[in-house]
């Protein structure tokens, strides 16, 4: 497999289709490093999103939770009246409405609101259909303070560590569905080689699979960032988010042609109309 000019000899950085286009000719070694690299930096920036987008609404909702609050039985038992509004943020809002009667319009881009029986989560499109994924329900044979007094310290203490479990989720998340995205992706990398004529076997193909998500992932962590920042609305990260899908595809159509031609692949044939200069 011979190694074209255009090719970078070392893969180390996944932005440009040249910079992709190198994966395909370094050691799995060398991918799995720069993948848990690029996974590292995604989950730094989601968790410096938590911390600094839903963490503080979570501390305002604890502060305003009254002293007899808890969940016993499957049920919330609320001293005071409801609906009741919680925390309202830019990004996080908490309520408390037992019946979900609806009377509390959110504002936040994202809202949990606890019910008499269970929880459910509201965005500004509506509320999110959860129970198809989770369980919203309190759980019957646990008893759950609520108050302040307890929630607060158990909240401060945890925080950070449930930050970092969250940020460890992210990369363990990436770094199993990376190899399984390339799979599925090596067959259009090899068939973008095969007709552009481009020395690339299966081995070749999964690895350039794989570096092809890289860049969408450094996309959404830095839309992540700007959204963060409030540089970026909820619907300019929705746009993102799909970007990010696009961007992959690009790559892996665009990255193979930067790789060398197969050596069994003819050569080109002399332009009759050119007249060379003596």
Not at 131 to 154: C, F, G, H, M, Q
Not at 179 to 195: D, K, M, N, R
Request: net charge neutral; hydrophobic share 55%.
């Amino acid at each position: 497999m011979n190694l074209p000019a255009l090719t970078p000899k070392s893969a180390w950085l996944p932005v440009t289709p040249r910079g992709v286009a190198a994966f395909a000719l370094a050691k799995n070694s060398r991918l799995l490093l720069v993948q848990f690299m690029v996974a590292i930096i995604t989950a730094c920036c989601i968790g410096w999103f938590l911390h600094q987008a839903w963490a503080p609404a979570i501390r305002e909702a604890i502060a305003k939770i009254p002293d007899d609050a808890c969940i016993q039985s499957g049920a919330l038992s609320w001293p005071t009246n409801s609906p009741v509004l919680l925390s309202e943020q830019h990004f996080l809002g908490i309520t408390v409405d037992l019946d979900h009667t609806g009377q509390m319009t959110p504002t936040s881009h994202l809202q949990i609101e606890l019910g008499k029986n269970g929880w459910q989560v509201s965005s500004l499109l509506g509320v999110l259909d959860l129970p198809s994924w989770v369980s919203t329900k309190y759980p019957a044979d646990v008893r759950i303070a609520l108050n302040r007094s307890e929630l607060e310290p158990w909240w401060a203490a945890r925080e950070p560590f449930l930050i970092l479990i969250a940020m460890a989720g992210v990369v363990v998340w990436l770094m199993m569905l990376w190899p399984v995205l390339g799979v599925i992706y090596s067959a259009p990398v090899w068939l973008v080689g095969f007709f552009s004529n481009r020395a690339l076997d299966w081995r070749a193909s999964w690895r350039l699979g794989c570096a092809v998500l890289m860049p969408g992932a450094l996309l959404m962590s830095a839309s992540i960032v700007l959204y963060g920042l409030r540089a970026f609305d909820l619907m300019k990260l929705a746009v993102a988010f799909g970007l990010h899908l696009v961007v992959g595809w690009v790559y892996l159509i665009v990255s193979p042609l930067f790789l060398g031609r197969h050596p069994d692949t003819p050569a080109p044939a002399p332009n009759p109309f050119h007249t060379s200069e003596k």
